[in-house]
């Protein structure tokens, strides 16, 4: 693999440590707050936690070394989607077993979860970590979405920790990922191996986000790489003057993407799932509100615009939930049926009588190719793979309909041209940004130091990140207490609760306050390619969100004068 100038540079990168890590080991202590609680469904889940539930959230900061500098054995598994700064959480756990103790080794697993199962594993020397360092992706050791689930690959799981000879386990993920994480430490634990699990937390999504965990990593890099690449989307909009530009973007469960890119960028509409839902907006009335303000900016003369929209926006839209949920049930029971049908007017009249009148008219309302999406897309599960529903292409197509009949009627005399766009895979390996480069580092540094305090069924925890780096607080918060029950497949199962965006919260109210004037003004932001190197200002700033959350909590907590 050849390596380009920018990975020579970016090479010599240092990531910075908080304050409390950037000392000798013996110089490191950790201390334990008081025990914790889980998010909700407590006492289900101390039933099945009986061994890691309520574990105290620890904190390490200069003192007497009470870190364990014997030789440790540590394997590490990348979980779920790629997300920047992936290679830095390993680089930083190698880092921190060979400072704690020269002869510490780290097992790469090979191919997720799944190679823990399989025994497939590799041992990381410092060579292999050097090439890896600061660059995106994951394939110094390859990710997986497999998880760790029956009592058969729970045992070989075990099997494989104990072949290897591990003191700990490092997992490297999301909110599912994660719960895995603290599912296989209680096993361990109940089955008294000795060997502890660590998570880290990863989404480019951002809707791993609590009290103890400001940002999951990857976020920020990945939100600057589509805010860059909107970015030059509005410089050419506003250029040419003849386009209207649909731009769909990563995020499913959570608005987290979008939002942040639309406050670096100021489009001129924004949509939010959670608002939606919230709402009760109907497709039609999404419809109206990009009319709105395309109708508006064409009485300016300007026959031109950006809209951001959330790729799992139409299962908040109440009717277009609705027929997923009926879709996924008939085709759940009579799938193999309908697998023998080929053309949408087949489709379409076999499913007349099997769908509620309400879903039926949505159905045949939809432009025909995102019809046969509907239709066709099947998950291995049987249930309609939302995130490759061209959903940007669907509202294009509407509001193009609905501006032809507003012509007809008088009340719409602009020109409409559209361009469709979706900008998923391109932020997932990127360069990690600074912020990433030393937010990874710092998270794979601190699980070695929650390792080498004993514990187990934690997650890698570094806060106070809007400040600098040395101010930034590490620890371990116990993963019990970030967890509910939720429905999944007809079953009732422990889970992380993912974090949405927050209506009340200072992101979305601050985005709330601008749009109007964004919608109608051409009030485009252009912030450019990610800066590796420059004022501390531009190459270490954190997203945006992030800086409103914390000035947000910072003046809630603020004592009075």
Not at 37 to 60: C, M, N, Q, W
Not at 217 to 236: M, P, V
Not at 294 to 299: G, K, M, N, P, T
């Amino acid at each position: 693999m050849s390596v380009s100038v920018l990975q020579k540079a970016r090479y010599q990168y240092q990531p910075k440590l908080p304050g409390s890590l950037a000392r000798g080991i013996g110089e490191i202590a950790v201390s334990f707050g008081a025990a914790t609680e889980a998010a909700s469904d407590r006492d289900e889940l101390r039933e099945i936690f009986k061994h890691t539930y309520g574990k105290p959230p620890a904190v390490f900061a200069p003192g007497t070394g009470n870190l364990d500098t014997r030789p440790l054995k540590a394997a590490v598994i990348l979980s779920g989607g790629q997300a920047p700064g992936g290679h830095n959480v390993i680089a930083g756990l190698y880092d921190g077993l060979k400072k704690g103790c020269r002869d510490s080794a780290l097992y790469g697993i090979l191919g997720g979860p799944a190679g823990l199962i399989k025994n497939r594993s590799k041992i990381l020397d410092g060579e292999t970590i050097d090439r890896y360092r600061n660059t995106g992706g994951f394939d110094i050791i390859g990710s997986g979405r497999d998880k760790i689930e029956t009592p058969e690959q729970f045992a070989a799981s075990l099997d494989t920790a104990k072949r290897l000879g591990l003191d700990a386990v490092v997992i490297i993920g999301g909110d599912d990922s994660n719960t895995n994480a603290a599912l296989l430490a209680e096993y361990f634990e109940a089955e008294k191996s000795g060997i502890q699990v660590i998570g880290c937390p990863k989404t480019i999504d951002g809707d791993l986000k609590n009290e103890y965990i400001e940002t999951s990593f990857g976020f920020d890099t990945a939100a600057k790489t589509y805010s860059e690449l909107i970015g030059n989307i509005e410089r050419d909009a506003a250029s040419a003057r003849k386009y209207w530009h649909f731009i769909k973007l990563m995020g499913r469960a959570a608005s987290h993407i979008a939002l942040e890119c639309a406050l670096q960028t100021r489009p001129n509409v924004c949509l939010i799932s959670e608002e939606v839902e919230a709402r009760g907006f109907s497709l039609q009335e999404i419809v109206e509100q990009i009319c709105s303000s395309i109708v508006r900016r064409a009485e300016r003369g300007d026959n031109f615009g950006v809209v951001l929209i959330p790729e799992g926006v139409v299962e908040f839209i109440p009717e277009v939930s609705l027929l997923i949920d009926e879709l996924n049930d008939i085709l759940a029971g009579e799938g193999a049926a309908f697998a023998h049908l080929d053309l949408l007017g087949d489709q379409l009249a076999w499913l007349d009588g099997k769908l509620t009148a309400p879903s039926a008219l949505v159905l045949r309302s939809l432009p025909p190719p995102i019809a046969r999406e509907f239709l066709m897309d099947r998950d291995p599960h049987g249930n309609v793979q939302v995130s490759r529903i061209e959903t940007e292409k669907l509202l294009m197509g509407m509001v193009e309909r609905r501006l032809a009949l507003m012509k007809k009627e008088g009340t719409y005399g602009g020109t409409f041209s559209a361009l469709a766009h979706f900008f998923g895979y391109e932020g997932r390996c990127a360069f990690p940004s600074n912020f990433d480069a030393d937010y990874c580092y710092s998270l794979g540094f601190n699980a070695f130091a929650l390792i080498a305090a004993g514990l187990t069924g934690y997650i890698s925890s570094v806060r106070n990140l809007v400040s600098p780096a040395s101010e930034w607080i590490a620890g371990g918060a116990p993963l019990t207490m970030m967890m509910n029950l939720e429905r999944r497949r007809g079953h009732t199962k422990p889970v992380i609760r993912k974090a949405l965006v927050e209506l009340m919260g200072a992101p979305f109210r601050a985005f709330a306050e601008e749009r109007d004037v964004w919608a109608l003004e051409t009030s485009f932001a252009f912030p450019g390619s990610i800066q590796y190197f420059g004022p501390a200002e531009v190459s270490d700033a954190p997203s945006k969100t992030l800086l409103l959350e914390q000035r947000d909590r910072a003046e809630k907590t603020a004592v009075p004068s």
